[in-house]
């Protein structure tokens, strides 16, 4: 019989390589645990780049859909007041400014979604 490498017994190789495996499972277990104390706060650019992204959206739903006058007055207000909260929040950073610039974030956001979309001129023509 030839030499294989390895002295162990059979049933000994594989207590071996299911240690091992326990071993790494562990180690890997141990990375997942460690981002967990990590806390990230938002920063004034993180608010500009949601802003700019938010309006884009806005800008979108005015070209590929016919808003009424006031949909798009409650629009530009809600634009209006999510860049001045971001302003006041990017000249002075407190927790409650960026809450305040969150909110108005989630209040543009919900207003370009709750415009009702009415067909455009292709869809009507049909």
Known sequence: MKHRGFSFPFFLRRALWARSGLVGLFVLAGCQVAPQSLTLHPTPNTLVYSYIITN???????????????????????????????????????????????QAMELYLSTIDEAPTAPTGAAVAK
């Open 56 to 102: 884009g959206m806005a800008r979108g739903h005015i070209m590929a859909d016919r808003l009424s006058d006031a949909q798009l007055m409650t629009l530009a207000s809600a634009d209006h007041t999510a860049l001045m909260a971001i302003i006041l929040a990017a000249h002075q950073p407190t927790r409650r400014n960026f809450d305040l610039a969150n």
